[in-house]
């Protein structure tokens, strides 16, 4: 068994995912961190789109949600820097948070509370219009600096090709990546194009066997054949 961190972990859903779909996660990385160390900031549906629906305001809510979880466990576990691991778009709010500037009027104070960042499957590059306000926000902030402060991995599987000529797995995974990036025939986890996951300063890690999304009787990043594939990053 690889010898894994025994710092705290908060796990961050990913955007329209919400807290309980990562139970199994938890119970995953409970194999190598005892389980009251590792908590799922308590993300819902409706923090995404909010009420009247605000997608624009999704990165503040869940900032707001990410940051009292974080507190929460540095309190029970003092000296002890968190590791985010973070699912999907839930990487990109983290990165936002990290930075520790003013993102639509909303900043948090994380002091060193949080050491490491994991994120799994977070397109850094993308062209989608929400997911750009954030992405847009980190590279005009991000820095050497940032990466001497937080070591960040970002993890991505390779597993599904697309192909907008292929058979109808392959043309479905290229109408996903299309939504990402303007190439849809590329390799990626089914949701994600692996390349838009790659971060300069960042570990980039790819993993061949994980899906993308936290559904029943799939190998995503949360399950225990999931997690034994990035596990040793943590």
Not at 25 to 31: E, G, I, K, V, Y
Not at 63 to 71: G, N
């Given at each position: 068994?690889?010898?894994v961190r025994q710092n705290p972990v908060v796990i961050i859903p990913g955007v329209l995912f919400w807290d309980s779909l990562y139970e199994v ?17 308590p993300v819902s549906m409706l923090d995404w789109v909010g009420f009247p629906p605000s997608p624009e305001r999704s990165t503040n809510r869940v ?9 929460k466990m540095a309190a029970r576990f003092p000296g002890e820097p968190v590791t985010i691991v973070a699912h999907s778009g839930g990487g990109t ?142």
């Open positions: 068994m690889a010898v996660m938890r119970d995953a990385l409970s194999a190598w961190i005892p389980k009251e160390k590792i908590a799922i900031a900032m707001a949600t990410l940051d009292l979880a974080v507190r709010v983290a990165m936002v948070y990290l930075l520790e500037n003013a993102f639509q009027g909303d900043v948090y104070a994380v002091n060193g509370m949080v050491g490491r960042l994991l994120t799994l499957g977070t397109p850094f590059h993308t062209h989608e219009h929400f997911a750009k306000i954030k992405t847009d926000f980190i590279f005009s902030h991000l820095s050497a600096e940032f990466f001497r402060k937080y070591h960040v991995v970002s993890v991505v599987s390779d597993r599904y090709r697309g192909s907008t000529s292929g058979n109808m797995l392959e043309r479905l995974c290229s109408m996903f990546y299309l939504s990402v990036t303007d190439d849809g025939n590329l390799d990626g986890d089914g949701v994600v194009p692996a390349k838009s996951c790659f971060l300069e300063g960042a570990e980039n890690v790819t993993i061949p066997e994980c899906e993308h999304l936290p559904a029943p009787h799939t190998r995503w990043y949360g399950t225990k054949e999931g997690v034994e594939q990035w596990i040793e990053w943590l």
